[in-house]
């Protein structure tokens, strides 16, 4: 049966759009998993604090895999002919229609999360779909086939989390619990509303990992361990 790479974006956006069933579902399909198509990728969830930003960059520079972070958005970015700093203020946030209506009406470069989400869904999966990446974030392992990509949560104690963004934000104690309460609030609020699950669940996962005891590079190593076992030596 002949399948093309815009299908799968077709019916990973209907499923978004439609709300009543998220894309890792639909990527249990056959189809979604042929090795014809996809290569091995890296989705990477993290609670803020957690040190998921410099394990990812680890594991992408000893793989010699793509790093996408904030290059998400500079994609979208290129794609949509929107700026940078617009997106930003959108980037793993979750609205209302109410939001938009009103953004809308008072801002002309207000960027609707139907149009956001739409065009993060295209770029994550043209990206799972060339494979050879590492993904932060932005509920990528929802929107990705799971048996083709090794999927991670970075995670750790709150307290430990916050006392890590004092010591390398230079921030008061309160100011930074305030925003490490914020992102992770918002994260899980966004995963919530476009995917309808919990972040926080280990059944969306090959692995977890808590990284109290750990340092960047030792952490990156249990990863590399993980894609091994998945996939094989590489």
């Known amino acids: 049966m002949s399948f093309s790479y815009e299908e799968l974006i077709s019916r990973v956006m209907t499923s978004l759009r439609l709300r009543e069933k998220n894309a890792a579902q639909d990527s249990t399909d056959p189809q979604f ?31 010699g895999f793509a790093f996408y972070d904030h290059e998400l958005i500079e994609e979208i970015s290129r794609s949509t002919k929107l700026r940078n700093t617009v997106l930003d203020q959108i980037d793993e946030k979750s609205r209302t229609g109410l939001q938009d209506l009103i953004q809308g009406l008072i801002n002309p470069n207000y960027v609707s999360d139907i149009t956001y989400v739409t065009q993060l869904c295209k770029v994550i999966l043209s990206l799972a779909y060339k494979g050879n990446v590492v993904i932060l974030g932005r509920g990528a392992n929802f929107m990705t086939p799971s ?15 916050v006392q890590r963004t004092v010591d390398f934000e230079g921030l008061s104690l309160i100011k930074a619990r305030e925003i490490v309460q914020k992102i992770e609030s918002d994260r899980r609020d966004f995963v919530k509303q476009y995917f309808g699950k919990d972040i926080r669940k280990s059944e969306y996962y090959d692995l977890i990992l808590n990284t109290t005891f750990y340092m960047p590079k030792e952490a990156a190593d249990v990863v590399l361990r993980a894609f091994e076992k998945k996939f094989g030596k590489r």
Do not use: M, N, W
């Not at 989705?43 to 410099?54: N, V, Y």
């Not at 083709?148 to 949560?153: A, F, I, Y």
């Open 33 to 63: 998993t042929d090795q014809r198509f996809f290569h091995p990728f890296i989705t990477i969830a993290r609670d803020p604090g957690s040190g998921g930003k410099p394990i990812g960059q680890e594991v992408a520079k000893r793989l």
């Open 147 to 161: 048996a083709q990509g090794l999927h991670v949560r970075i995670t750790a104690p709150y307290a430990v989390r």
